[in-house]
């Protein structure tokens, strides 16, 4: 049973498109986070939710939304998707006491062509 | 600001061997140090994390890595590597202030020999 799952795996768009990538959580925690790592594997933080609501918004442009619709999912939305984007996005989620022990899901690769 | 350098960017060793990865901080107080380590395809696992008190800190999968504040660094060893050691390991390090501002180093890739 995944603790932190993400869909797609994979996913190859053009530029200029939208597109989402989902991640759901069965382990309770309350917050959770997109990272971005790049093709030299620097991992850097996006965007971090607790409770639903937005803690931290990195500097990352705003035609990147995220989504919490309940503490199980936090969803990314990518709108006119750029070359730059291409990457692999990792959702983490954290527990409450659980100091910086993030549970990182599989990724997600994009690649906008 | 607070950074984290691993200086290894690829290490291959020998299955049985030993291994150490090194990394460096810098971060003006005593910070919370982590190394995490990611297999092909996969998300990243955390391996230990030091926060304070004994500076040798044990992990899972046999790992450990000591904190030297006087090098500002926060090595990670093994005495002896498997093959499903082959990965990428990330040393990072936080503000206790904030749960969300860790910052990864670059990684290295570790490679074992047969």
């Known amino acids: 049973d995944t603790a932190v799952s993400q869909t797609p795996k994979y996913l190859v768009t053009q530029m200029g498109n939208d597109k989402s990538i989902k991640c759901e959580q069965n382990?309770?925690?309350?917050?959770m986070y997109w990272y971005k790592q790049d093709s030299k594997k620097f991992l850097k933080i996006m965007f971090s939710y607790n409770n639903k609501e937005l803690i931290i918004n990195e500097t990352v442009p705003n035609r990147f939304s995220p989504k919490s619709p309940d503490k199980a999912h936090l969803n990314l939305h990518i709108n006119s998707l750029e070359l730059g984007d291409s990457a692999v996005y990792f959702c983490?989620?954290?527990?409450?006491?659980?100091?910086?022990?993030?549970?990182f899901g599989p990724g997600t690769r994009l690649t906008v062509t | 600001a607070q950074s984290v350098t691993q200086p290894d960017i690829h290490i291959t060793v020998s299955e049985g061997a030993s291994l150490e990865l090194r990394c460096n901080y810098s971060?003006?107080?005593?910070?919370?140090l982590f190394w995490y380590v990611q297999s092909p395809g996969q998300g990243l696992q955390l391996l230990l994390k030091y926060f304070s008190g004994d500076t040798l800190v044990q992990g899972i999968k046999g790992f450990e890595a000591e904190f030297k504040r006087s090098q500002s660094s926060f090595n990670l060893r093994k005495p002896s590597v498997h093959w499903s050691d082959a990965a990428e390991y990330f040393c990072a390090v936080a503000r206790g202030s904030s749960a969300s501002k860790i910052i990864f180093g670059s990684g290295t890739r570790l490679s074992i020999r047969p």
């Open positions: 983490a989620t954290e527990g409450t006491g659980e100091a910086y022990e993030q549970y």
């Open positions: 971060y003006g107080a005593t910070p919370y």
């Open positions: 382990l309770g925690h309350d917050t």
